[in-house]
């Protein structure tokens, strides 16, 4: 049971490193005797991008089981980010809008009837459905979310903490799609008055892989993490972590590895006149992003070795920023990778569990499932594979 005092010293984590993020606190009761209590996790499906063209199907499979059994047993159903895949114009078309994107989706065969399960679970299963925001789905707004998934979808631009009850005991669950902690995609770092105007760099990879035809189906994320491998191997072994970041802050590294990023998302060299073209009908010159000091703003803002964990964070390891979260059970998505895995938090010991990825390249579609405890029994976190068991963790109180 936790006592008290672990209890009040709970303080919820600030909005941010990004300003226009939220947070939400939710209380929970979840009585001992029900059976409604899972709690469904799933992100990075990326739907309508080219990269779900057959997992489209095997999600729209998924929901339909699942839609059968929600009343009697699902409690919650949280989508984490990256559902929709909205950064997929090429660099010299005007970006699809967020109107024509919710048209596409509605008309998709697949995709209607992923959207017409969930929003029965919520309408008419008594189940909590949330749609939390990702970097691919930055676009989407409270309005659009309730128009694909029903009125009662609770749209949270940020972070969720889940404080579960069940009259003798608590349990805290952080939900969050993590891009924020990832340098190239943190929206701290792109201010709008910037030549990136208000648009992470991983927002331009994205549109550079889309215009390659070899690159077409080839993940943004992926390229963003072959680059920072290459120029870590380039850097000295024995440099240590913060002065890899003042490294690469410094104008001639910052652009040789954004140039290596964007031309291989590209697959084409970069020249004076390569650009973007924005929804403001603005373009915005490569080169001129190649220069913008993004990484000397993260030093300025969080310190230089906070930015190498935003490094590392982008190469899928949050393990920067797990010690310093205080709830039982911290779940995010955004590296495409499963993870369940045990760390030390900011109070005692938590669950770090990332729900991986539904894109075709994927090896596993994985999602997560958490089984509330009970008065006198456990409860568990399982990472589980569409058709298979995954891995399961328990998770309780060990006091
Ligand atoms: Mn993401």
Known sequence: MKDFCTFFRYVPPKA??????????????????????EILVFSDLHLGGHWSKSTVDEMR???????????????????????????????????????EYAESWKSHKEISTILRCIRKMADEDNVQVYYIRGNHDWDMDAELAKELFGPKVHFIPGKLIYCISNGSQEYRIRFEH????????????????????????GYYV?????????????????????????????????????????????????????????????????????????????????????????????????????????????????????????EDVVVLGHTHRFKNAKFLGKLE??????????????????????YPPKRDEDGYIAIDFNESKGYVEKFADES
């Not at 929970?28 to 409604?36: E, G, L």
């Not at 980010?81 to 005007?94: C, K, L, R, Y």
């Not at 010991?349 to 990825?357: A, D, K």
């Open 61 to 99: 499979m998924f929901l339909t089981k699942l839609a059968k059994i929600a009343e009697e047993y699902v409690h919650t159903l949280v989508m984490l980010g990256d559902v929709f895949e909205m950064w997929m114009s090429p660099i010299t078309i005007t970006p699809t809008s967020k109107e």
């Open 206 to 326: 994205s549109r550079c892989a889309q215009t390659s035809k070899d690159n077409y189906f080839s993940d943004t994320e992926l390229v963003i993490q072959d680059t920072l491998r290459w120029i870590l191997s380039v850097i000295p072994n024995k440099i240590i972590g913060s002065a890899i970041a003042e490294i690469l802050s410094k104008n001639f590294f910052q652009k040789r590895l954004l140039t290596r990023m964007f031309e291989g998302a590209l697959d084409l060299e970069i020249t004076d006149d390569s650009c973007v073209l924005l929804e403001n009908d603005k373009w915005v010159r490569l080169k001129e992003l190649i220069k913008y000091p993004f990484i000397e703003l993260a030093i300025e803002k969080y310190g230089p070795s906070r930015t190498y964990g935003m490094l590392e964070a982008a190469l899928g390891n949050y393990e920067d920023f797990l010690p310093e979260m205080s």
């Open 178 to 201: 993590g891009h924020d902690y990832d340098l190239f995609n943190c929206v701290e770092l792109a201010p709008e008055d910037s030549p990136l105007q208000g648009k992470p760099i």
């Open 16 to 37: 941010g490193p990004n300003a226009k993020e939220k947070i939400v606190v939710d209380e929970v009761f979840i009585s001992d005797t029900t059976n409604k209590r």
């Open 349 to 370: 010991h938590m669950y770090y569990v990332n729900s991986g990825t539904w894109i075709d390249l994927a090896d596993h579609l994985s999602y997560v499932k958490i």
